[in-house]
């Protein structure tokens, strides 16, 4: 068994636990952290950690020394730095939360810190391990579209999703929740740009973007502040981000809505809910004047030192929720829709002036790996085999195959402030 200290016990520790814990049968919880004694609560019904074993002050768990092989990191963004070093410099393994850190500067203390104590720190880009996009990352190795030359990505966030977790959720201002939205939603996507096109380095950057729609100005005529008080039955029933519909009658992602009553989801009332919507809860709000400051579309253009170049594009509030992929080599391309787990792969037939086409559909694969379309049992399986003793696989993303990533989401974002194109001086991993 790979025992585990669990460092923030919601929803992204519980969901790698779930695969590591009950899926594999690799991993044993030793060591549970939160501050709220409802998550500790849940991982005693959960996981079996005993009542002695849950801890609100991680200081409790460090002052024992080390007690497990490994640490999940699952605490929000801004929380990681302080939360992984002192467990790092224990010589912990860890399966750290992305983004790691917003800047420059803790990123590297985590990667020299990490490497002076010998320590394993694997990042949770999960979108490497997919079954779509290590798909992808295999045909590229093979050869199967020459050189890179274009790379074309975009993240289009549905509008529950957008407004669940960004727009009236726990990460809608970046001085409360450490990250750009860049940086919190597409870390993600910016890390396969440097991955599939990993023999070479990004060089400058420059982006687009700002908050636009989700403003006080957009709001429908005569919409209150809060959907269930004072918004008019007529402007809610022809509203997307009604809260009643969305987080009452239609809720996909009850894990979040509900955070702020201090008890697990399944464990709030209906009356709770309502009466939290008509007061406290950021999700009753008008999702116009929500009040956040994070952007609501940006787009981030990539050159590389090779020239090749990339484009990604982030929105949210879309109709239909997804990734799209457009790879262009000098022999061949890739296209396809996460969602879709259909691979498109182009060549070009001399014979007809024209091009031919195979699919590979990935989606067996995808349903037997559940969440994030296979990639949160792909990385805790990647994580477990690591642990084991085996070598990384080629989707791996080990802290130093991740910071090229984290320094352009930065650089991007900077190039959105400054207008202007930022250039970057990075090494070839």
Same mark, same amino acid.
């Given at each position: 068994?790979?025992?585990?200290?669990?460092?923030?016990?919601?929803?992204?520790?519980?969901?790698?636990?779930?695969?590591?814990?009950?899926?594999?049968?690799?991993? #044993?919880?030793?060591?549970?952290?939160?501050? &709220?004694?409802?998550?500790?609560?849940?991982?005693q019904e959960h996981f079996d950690v005993p009542a002695e074993a849950c801890f609100r002050d991680m200081y409790e768990v460090?002052?024992?020394?080390?007690?497990?092989?490994?640490?999940?990191?699952?605490?929000?963004?801004?929380?990681?730095?302080?939360?992984?070093?002192? +467990?790092?410099?224990?010589?912990?393994?860890?399966?750290?939360?992305?983004?790691?850190?917003?800047?420059?500067?803790?990123?590297?203390?985590?990667?020299?810190?990490?490497?002076?104590?010998?320590?394993?720190?694997?990042?949770?880009?999960?979108?490497?391990?997919?079954?779509?996009?290590?798909?992808?990352?295999?045909?590229?190795?093979?050869?199967?579209?020459?050189?890179?030359?274009?790379?074309?990505?975009?993240?289009?966030?549905?509008?529950?999703?957008?407004?669940?977790?960004?727009?009236?959720? #726990?990460?809608?201002?970046?001085?409360?929740?450490?990250?750009?939205?860049?940086?919190?939603?597409?870390?993600?996507?910016?890390?396969?740009?440097?991955?599939? &096109?990993?023999?070479?380095?990004?060089?400058?950057?420059?982006?687009?973007?700002?908050?636009?729609?989700?403003i006080p100005e957009k709001a429908p005529a005569g919409a209150g502040t809060r959907c269930l008080v004072d918004c008019p039955?007529?402007?809610?029933?022809?509203?997307?981000?009604?809260?009643?519909?969305?987080?009452?009658?239609?809720?996909?992602?009850?894990?979040?809505?509900?955070?702020?009553?201090?008890?697990?989801?399944?464990?709030?009332?209906?009356?709770?809910?309502?009466?939290?919507?008509?007061?406290?809860?950021?999700?009753?709000?008008?999702?116009?004047?929500?009040?956040?400051?994070?952007?609501?579309?940006?787009?981030?253009?990539?050159? +590389?030192? &090779?020239?090749?170049?990339?484009?990604?594009?982030?929105?949210?509030?879309?109709?239909?929720?997804?990734? &799209?992929?457009?790879?262009?080599?000098?022999?061949?391309?890739?296209?396809?829709?996460?969602?879709?787990?259909?691979?498109?792969?182009?060549?070009?037939?001399?014979?007809?002036?024209?091009?031919?086409?195979?699919?590979?559909?990935?989606?067996?694969?995808?349903?037997?790996?559940?969440?994030?379309?296979?990639?949160?049992?792909?990385?805790?399986?990647? +994580?477990?085999?690591?642990?084991?003793?085996?070598?990384?696989?080629?989707?791996?993303?080990?802290?130093?195959?991740?910071i090229n990533g984290h320094l352009l989401c930065y650089a991007a974002d900077k190039a959105l402030r400054e207008h202007s194109?930022?250039?970057?001086?990075?090494?070839?991993?």
């Amino acid at each position: 068994m790979i025992t585990v200290v669990a460092v923030g016990c919601g929803d992204r520790t519980t969901t790698y636990l779930e695969v590591g814990v009950h899926v594999l049968k690799k991993m #044993k919880v030793v060591a549970a952290i939160d501050p &709220n004694p409802e998550r500790l609560r849940y991982m005693q019904e959960h996981f079996d950690v005993p009542a002695e074993a849950c801890f609100r002050d991680m200081y409790e768990v460090l002052s024992q020394g080390r007690i497990a092989d490994c640490v999940i990191d699952g605490t929000m963004d801004q929380y990681h730095l302080e939360t992984a070093l002192p +467990f790092l410099e224990q010589g912990y393994d860890m399966l750290l939360e992305k983004p790691l850190v917003n800047n420059e500067k803790d990123l590297f203390l985590l990667r020299d810190t990490a490497a002076k104590s010998g320590s394993t720190l694997t990042v949770c880009h999960v979108l490497r391990y997919t079954p779509f996009y290590h798909k992808i990352k295999e045909l590229i190795l093979a050869g199967a579209v020459g050189e890179i030359m274009n790379i074309e990505t975009s993240e289009r966030v549905g509008a529950f999703h957008s407004s669940v977790s960004y727009i009236r959720g #726990k990460w809608n201002r970046e001085a409360e929740c450490g990250s750009s939205l860049l940086l919190a939603k597409c870390c993600h996507d910016i890390d396969l740009l440097c991955w599939l &096109n990993n023999t070479t380095v990004p060089v400058s950057v420059t982006s687009q973007g700002g908050r636009n729609y989700f403003i006080p100005e957009k709001a429908p005529a005569g919409a209150g502040t809060r959907c269930l008080v004072d918004c008019p039955a007529e402007v809610r029933a022809t509203c997307f981000y009604d809260a009643q519909n969305m987080y009452i009658d239609h809720c996909m992602l009850p894990q979040y809505p509900w955070q702020c009553t201090g008890k697990n989801p399944e464990d709030v009332t209906m009356e709770e809910r309502i009466a939290s919507l008509k007061t406290y809860n950021p999700h009753g709000l008008c999702i116009y004047k929500a009040g956040g400051d994070l952007v609501d579309h940006q787009n981030v253009a990539v050159t +590389f030192a &090779n020239g090749s170049t990339a484009l990604h594009t982030m929105t949210l509030g879309a109709m239909r929720p997804g990734r &799209n992929i457009w790879i262009q080599g000098t022999r061949g391309e890739i296209e396809g829709f996460f969602e879709d787990g259909i691979i498109k792969y182009r060549t070009y037939d001399p014979s007809r002036t024209w091009f031919t086409e195979e699919t590979c559909d990935v989606n067996a694969e995808i349903a037997q790996n559940g969440n994030h379309l296979g990639g949160d049992a792909g990385l805790v399986r990647d +994580f477990c085999a690591r642990m084991e003793g085996a070598a990384p696989s080629i989707s791996t993303t080990d802290i130093s195959d991740s910071i090229n990533g984290h320094l352009l989401c930065y650089a991007a974002d900077k190039a959105l402030r400054e207008h202007s194109i930022v250039p970057l001086h990075l090494e070839k991993q």
